[in-house]
T-cell receptor, first 112, second 110 residues
Framework: GAGVSQTPSNKVTEKGKYVELRCDPI?????LYWYRQSLGQGPEFLIY????????DSGLPNDRFFAVRPEGSVSTLKIQRTERGDSAVYLC??????????FGSGTRLTVV | SQQGEEDPQALSIQEGENATMNCSYK?????LQWYRQNSGRGLVHLIL?????REKHSGRLRVTLDTSKKSSSLLITASRAADTASYFC??????????FGKGTRLSVIA
């Protein structure tokens, strides 16, 4: 597609539930990034894929968070046993040469 | 953790005035970029400056980089109400993910 697409745009879930957030990067972009942004803060790095493999997952806060990119295109961020502190906007970005990143509009996750 | 620190945290100016935002960072970098964000959603890339460059222009935007002071500034000239947004600096070490600051919230009053 023309841009990075993230679905859903909004997700409300109950504490303890499992959620999946999807990212469709720009076609042909090999690098894909997930960030998390809390209100009034800058985006916080979570994980970075180069192709199908996670090149850097040092930003994942704990083992409840996991992300996959099985075919080197679409990526899914998975959060198990959600907690209220997981509420944030989750941003996905992709890039071709690893310099300028194109961001999606984000998924606003609210854990109640 | 966040490498960059923007200053000021918030800025309010009249339309037509210039807006200057500063960014300081902690470690050596390959590139520094500025992004803009409206309404807390997707970020839009504005400009990239490499570590061996000192100044760059794009339309009404002017970015400077001082690697000895580990700082950068973004100047928006002749501001418009539509420039109201949050502005973030982001750094990378080359083939590493971007690390963002906390941002400056700019309000341009018509």
């Amino acid at each position: 597609g023309a841009g990075v697409s993230q679905t859903p745009s909004n997700k409300v879930t109950e504490k303890g539930k499992y959620v999946e957030l999807r990212c469709d990067p720009i076609s042909g972009h090999t690098a894909l990034y997930w960030y998390r942004q809390s209100l009034g803060q800058g985006p916080e790095f979570l994980i970075y894929f180069q192709g199908t493999g996670a090149a850097d997952d040092s930003g994942l806060p704990n083992d409840r968070f996991f992300a996959v990119r099985p075919e080197g295109s679409v990526s899914t961020l998975k959060i198990q046993r959600t907690e209220r502190g997981d509420s944030a906007v989750y941003l996905c970005a992709s890039s071709l040469l690893g310099l300028v990143a194109t961001f999606g509009s984000g998924t606003r996750l609210t854990v109640v | 953790s966040q490498q960059g620190e923007e200053d000021p945290q918030a800025l309010s100016i009249q339309e037509g005035e210039n807006a200057t935002m500063n960014c300081s960072y902690k470690t050596s970098i390959n590139n520094l970029q500025w992004y803009r964000q409206n309404s807390g959603r997707g970020l839009v890339h504005l400009i990239l400056i490499r570590s061996n460059e000192r100044e760059k222009h794009s339309g009404r935007l002017r970015v400077t980089l001082d690697t000895s002071k580990k700082s950068s500034s973004l100047l928006i000239t002749a501001s418009r109400a539509a420039d109201t947004a949050s502005y973030f600096c982001a750094t990378d070490l080359g083939n590493t993910p971007l690390v963002f600051g906390k941002g400056t919230r700019l309000s341009v009053i018509a």
